[in-house]
T-cell receptor, first 113, second 111 residues
Framework: LAKTTQPISMDSYEGQEVNITCSHNNIATNDYITWYQQFPSQGPRFIIQGYKTKVTNEVASLFIPADRKSSTLSLPRVSLSDTAVYYCLVGEPTWSSASKIIFGSGTRLSIRP | DTAVSQTPKYLVTQMGNDKSIKCEQNLGHDTMYWYKQDSKKFLKIMFSYNNKELIINETVPNRFSPKSPDKAHLNLHINSLELGDSAVYFC??????????FGPGTRLTVL
């Protein structure tokens, strides 16, 4: 089971690019890296998922180095509405292995005007 | 047209009572889950359910039982509620187990 380590909190300002790094030193060959966003009083929301190199969607980019022992979620030009907790998860993309997935404490991102 | 819905949103009850939380997804997904988020905001998976096959997190007390009347529903029934059961419970679904879509949560308070 790959454990993840993220900064507890980060602060930034509107319009800046924010990069949140997650360490997962014992990631397994079949594991994917998934990031979720959670606003207060809401359920987590899927942001992005990747296996290696770089993945980009309309919300964020995910950078994964060759050794896959870490990953970086990049949020371009953040706004106040990006203030949330961001979770990094590592696990196999099968339903049965989902029971082993653990959400850590996440990174609490605060965006200021 | 909410993708994953839960009812009720808030549930306040006395210790020892039995209660249920309902979850419905209209995404056509095969897999559903229940999570518990405690006061420290840690999200812990409780159950995974796929095509009538259930995987239980071994730390979950047997007072908790998921019930699935059909593929679109996975309800959570809790017997003999305890103070420590107070938390926010999230239902989620996924097409294959990797990307999960979460419901809005049910805040359970046991008095």
């Amino acid at each position: 089971l790959a454990k993840t380590t993220q900064p507890i909190s980060m602060d930034s300002y509107e319009g800046q690019e924010v990069n949140i790094t997650c360490s997962h030193n014992n990631i397994a060959t079949n594991d994917y890296i998934t990031w979720y966003q959670q606003f207060p009083s809401q359920g987590p929301r899927f942001i992005i998922q990747g296996y290696k190199t770089k993945v980009t969607n309309e919300v964020a980019s995910l950078f994964i180095p060759a050794d896959r022992k870490s990953s970086t979620l990049s949020l371009p030009r953040v706004s106040l509405s990006d203030t949330a907790v961001y979770y990094c998860l590592v696990g196999e993309p099968t339903w049965s292995s989902a029971s082993k997935i653990i959400f850590g404490s996440g990174t609490r991102l605060s965006i200021r005007p | 047209d909410t993708a994953v819905s839960q009812t009720p949103k808030y549930l306040v009850t006395q210790m020892g009572n039995d209660k249920s939380i309902k979850c419905e997804q209209n995404l056509g997904h095969d897999t559903m889950y229940w999570y518990k988020q405690d006061s420290k905001k840690f999200l812990k998976i409780m159950f995974s359910y796929n095509n009538k096959e259930l995987i239980i997190n071994e730390t979950v007390p047997n007072r908790f039982s998921p019930k699935s009347p059909d593929k679109a529903h996975l309800n959570l029934h809790i017997n003999s509620l305890e103070l420590g059961d107070s938390a926010v419970y999230f239902c989620a679904s996924s097409p294959g187990g990797d990307t999960q879509y979460f419901g809005p949560g049910t805040r359970l308070t046991v008095l």
